[in-house]
């Protein structure tokens, strides 16, 4: 995967968003982060997939990629944090389950891919992307950093439960996109 990421930061066109929607182990979550570094700094916003470790995402997700959106499931019917990952870095939610889509086995074949499964975030970091993607149609000389700030800046502010203690509950939000106030924060 580094080496894709590698690729598109010389070849890619921006403004783009980059999703990375599964965990990466051993030595390529090495190479993989200081390619996602690199992509960020030459101008790509990432949204990562915060992983289904059960342990705290700047284990799977090294410092280096911490201007990268990194993002964890949520249930749809009723805002219960899903995700199986935690911490101070781990900036967003965004709905998981309850998403119909294509899976793997053929061209007919789709479910509920987050029926089976209690964490999805596979499936939030592509919600999120196209969040990203919204913004940046926008605002298309917005920095990755930028990008990061809108996301978590208009993030509804405590909707969720099972929230990790330590985990900053902000559920994704679209709407100021559309002009669409956000809902009243319960701070």
Not at 101 to 125: E, I, V
Not at 152 to 169: E, K, Q, W, Y
Request: net charge negative; hydrophobic share 45%.
């Amino acid at each position: 995967m580094s080496a894709a990421v590698n690729w598109m930061v010389v070849h890619a066109r921006r403004p783009a968003v980059v999703n990375i929607s599964f965990t990466p182990h051993g030595n390529d979550r090495i190479a993989l982060n200081a390619a996602i570094a690199a992509g960020i700094s030459a101008g790509f916003t990432f949204t990562l997939s915060g992983g289904c470790l059960d342990q705290s995402v700047d284990i799977t997700w090294s410092s280096s990629v911490a201007r990268a959106a990194l993002v964890a499931g949520s249930a749809s019917s009723d805002g219960t944090a899903v995700g199986n990952n935690y911490g101070a870095d781990l900036g967003l939610f965004a709905p998981a389950n309850g998403i119909i889509a294509a899976l793997k086995g053929g061209d007919d074949t789709f479910d509920d891919y987050g029926q089976s499964k209690t964490c999805n975030d596979s499936f939030a970091a592509p919600v999120l992307a196209g969040i990203a993607a919204r913004y940046l149609q926008v605002h298309p000389s917005a920095t990755p950093t930028a990008v990061k700030a809108a996301l978590l800046d208009n993030a509804t502010i405590d909707a969720l439960s099972s929230v990790h203690s330590g985990t900053p509950n902000r559920l994704a939000y679209s709407g100021f996109l559309d002009g669409i106030p956000a809902a009243p924060s319960k701070r």
